[in-house]
T-cell receptor
Framework: DAKTTQPPSMDCAEGRAANLPCNHSTISGNEYVYWYRQIHSQGPQYIIHGLKNNETNEMASLIITEDRKSSTLILPHATLRDTAVYYCIGASGSARQLTFGSGTQLTVLP | DSGVTQTPKHLITATGQRVTLRCSPRSGDLSVYWYQQSLDQGLQFLIQYYNGEERAKGNILERFSAQQFPDLHSELNLSSLELGDSALYFC????????????????FGEGSRLTVL
């Protein structure tokens, strides 16, 4: 699995977009970028994943750079309920499990 | 609600004891994963089962064992418990692709919090 690097913490104002960066400079061509979040000791929750193209779903957008060495998770209108630890994970299409790092603690401020 | 059910939610026991944690995956999911989350270690992958067979093994101690039953529920057995085994234990399930790989989404249960005194 690709090694990923995330800032340990970030703040965001409620209602604003939260942009969470992730570096994965060693990612290989067949490795996907996954994002999960964990709200205060609850079970982790899947957000989104992508390979090359940008992806969007009802929760977030994932922007992957053309060289695939980094990506950004965008929460378009952050709410207080988005306060959580966000994990960026690189894993191949043949992966049988996901390796979670230390993630980014996002705090959404009122 | 992820559809994954874990019991018990909380468990307090003493060192040297044995406990069993239970997981019921989402309907239709054949894969079950176990993760351990302690304060100083983060989320650690323990083991994966697919349709009753062990598929992948992570940092699982020899004192721990797991199995997946024909009805697809899974149990994680922890024996000779030590203080350091105190942690949240998460179960997740997924739908695997035709190649037996992840299709992208793991559905996690709410976890079982084990406290060893």
């Amino acid at each position: 699995d690709a090694k990923t690097t995330q800032p340990p913490s970030m703040d965001c104002a409620e209602g604003r977009a939260a942009n969470l960066p992730c570096n994965h400079s060693t990612i290989s061509g067949n490795e996907y970028v996954y994002w999960y979040r964990q709200i205060h000791s609850q079970g982790p929750q899947y957000i989104i994943h992508g390979l090359k193209n940008n992806e969007t779903n009802e929760m977030a957008s994932l922007i992957i750079t053309e060289d695939r060495k980094s990506s950004t998770l965008i929460l378009p209108h952050a709410t207080l309920r988005d306060t959580a630890v966000y994990y960026c994970i690189g894993a191949s299409g043949s992966a049988r499990q996901l390796t979670f790092g230390s993630g980014t603690q996002l705090t959404v401020l009122p | 609600d992820s559809g994954v059910t874990q019991t018990p939610k909380h468990l307090i026991t003493a060192t040297g004891q044995r406990v069993t944690l239970r997981c019921s995956p989402r309907s239709g999911d054949l894969s079950v994963y176990w993760y351990q989350q302690s304060l100083d270690q983060g989320l650690q992958f323990l083991i994966q089962y697919y349709n009753g067979e062990e598929r992948a093994k992570g940092n699982i101690l020899e004192r721990f064992s797991a199995q997946q039953f024909p009805d697809l529920h899974s149990e994680l057995n922890l024996s000779s418990l030590e203080l350091g085994d105190s942690a949240l234990y998460f179960c997740a399930s997924s739908v695997e692709g035709s190649g037996g790989h992840l299709t992208g989404e793991l559905f996690f249960g709410e976890g079982s919090r084990l406290t060893v005194l």
